[in-house]
């Protein structure tokens, strides 16, 4: 069974600064995704990236992207310059392409911006 | 355009009643989701239909009832309901074509309260 591990429960960061949340996954397949999903207060899950795993050139969104090392089984998210409309909940998520596929979720990081 | 919209926002039900919760998106997409979210935690998946036909049921009490009426509608009625089924709850849509990407885009969400 695939799992999705975020081991940062919360993460601070300063405005403007630059924070990185982990996430690790466990899967047998070779063909999947991978993506961000961002969840602010006002609860709407919002993509935030998405990654291929067959593709190595790691995903870029604006001043998001990813740290994808599939062999290591690993994808971060950096966030560059924060804003305070970043603080939200993380869910780190997988989908692989087969039948009766799932989205697995990660437990998720809380990202707190301060001033 | 990338939107899903979910009917009513908010929802506050006594346990004998009847209710529906409504979602809907004009983006094409052939596969439609329902997930219970508690409060911190991940999405759980609840139901997924794809092209209007029910192809997963996580084991969900018969208390809740998934309706696809047609591809850009899906309806989740409620009935008998217990407090523990209080939660946000989200509809989520995604391509629907077999092998392709599966990204997933979520709406508001409804927020259920079950007295």
Not at chain 2, 12 to 35: F, I
Not at chain 2, 56 to 66: D, G, K, L, T
Request: glycine fraction near 4%; aromatic fraction near 12%; proline fraction near 5%.
């Amino acid at each position: 069974a695939q799992t999705v591990t975020q081991s940062q429960p919360e993460m601070s960061v300063q405005e403007a600064e630059t924070v990185t949340l982990s996430c690790t996954y466990d899967t047998s397949e070779s063909d999947y995704y991978l993506f961000w999903y961002k969840q602010p207060p006002s609860r709407q899950m919002i993509l935030v990236i998405r990654q291929e795993a067959y593709k190595q050139q790691n995903a870029t969104e604006n001043r998001f992207s990813v740290n994808f090392q599939k062999a290591a089984k690993s994808f971060s998210l950096k966030i560059s310059d924060s804003q305070l409309g970043d603080a939200a909940m993380y869910f780190c998520a997988y989908w692989y392409t087969g039948t009766a596929s799932k989205l697995t979720f990660g437990t998720g990081t809380r990202l707190q911006v301060t001033l | 355009d990338t939107e899903v919209t979910q009917t009513p926002k908010h929802l506050v039900m006594g346990m004998t009643n009847k209710k529906s919760l409504k979602c809907e998106q004009h983006m094409g997409h052939r596969a439609m989701y329902w997930y219970k979210q508690k409060a911190k935690k991940p999405p759980e998946l609840m139901f997924v239909y794809s092209y209007e036909k029910l192809s997963i049921n996580e084991s969900v009490p018969s208390r809740f009832s998934p309706e696809c009426p047609n591809s850009s509608l899906l309806n989740l009625h409620l009935h008998a309901l217990q407090p523990e089924d209080s939660a946000l709850y989200l509809c989520a849509s995604s391509q629907g074509s077999t092998g392709g990407q599966e990204t997933q885009y979520f709406g508001p969400g409804t927020r259920l309260l079950v007295l």
